[in-house]
T-cell receptor, first 115, second 112 residues
């Protein structure tokens, strides 16, 4: 089974500062990788995903993530934080099983953006 | 509008009183799944379904039942809820072979 580790359950940045949310996974084969965002009292929304091809993936709201196979990492970044980015972020990895992809989620990182 | 809906959104109940949380999707997705979200544990899969009448256990199935009689609906049943099932529950769906899962808005369940 896969495991997904998100370093830091809470991250606090100032508005305009760099956002860096860390994600490492345990897969020994190239996985599919995802970042989801959860705003208060809402469901999860896909931010970006990596399947194949370019290892730097751009998502919505100015976020991007880079797949680094050698480091088994898929860290999420945004150059300049906005107050509206305050949310909980989940990294996920899939493992192929019986013709579908089973999702494994990290424990989440809550991003706080200070004015 | 393509969406996954869940009802109810909030539910407070007592130990042992059977309850059902409904989930419905309008995207003709074959795959549907239930997760529970607990602080510090992320999302853990309870049950999933590959298609009508095809269901299987996820990582934390104890105390839950599901059924998939129609493609669009995937209800979660708690026959005898206990306080340790107090959690935030999400339903999700996707096409088989496609990676993105679409999530419902969540159901916050409290079992007293």
């Amino acid at each position: 089974a896969q495991s997904v580790t998100q370093l830091g359950s809470h991250v606090s940045v100032s508005e305009g500062a760099l956002v860096l949310l860390r994600c490492n996974y345990s897969s020994s084969v190239p996985p599919y990788l995802f970042w989801y965002v959860q705003y208060p009292n809402q469901g999860l929304q896909l931010l970006l995903k990596y399947t194949t091809g370019a290892t730097l993936v751009k998502g919505i709201n100015g976020f991007e993530a880079e797949f680094k196979k050698s480091e088994t990492s898929f860290h999420l970044t945004k150059p300049s934080a906005h107050m509206s980015d305050a949310a909980e972020y989940f990294c996920a990895v899939t493992e192929k099983r019986n013709n579908f992809n089973k999702f494994y989620f990290g424990s989440g990182t809550k991003l706080n953006v200070k004015p | 509008e393509a969406q996954v809906t869940q009802n109810p959104r909030y539910l407070i109940t007592v130990t042992g009183k059977k309850l059902t949380v409904t989930c419905s999707q309008n995207m003709n997705h074959e795959y549907m799944s239930w997760y529970r979200q607990d602080p510090g544990l992320g999302l853990r899969q309870i049950y999933y379904s590959m298609n009508v009448e095809v269901t299987d256990k996820g990582d934390v199935p104890e105390g839950y039942k599901v059924s998939r009689k129609e493609k669009r609906n995937f209800p979660l049943i708690l026959e005898s809820p206990s306080p340790n099932q107090t959690s935030l529950y999400f339903c999700a769906s996707s096409l088989i072979g496609v990676n993105e899962q679409f999530f419902g808005p969540g159901t916050r369940l409290t079992v007293l």
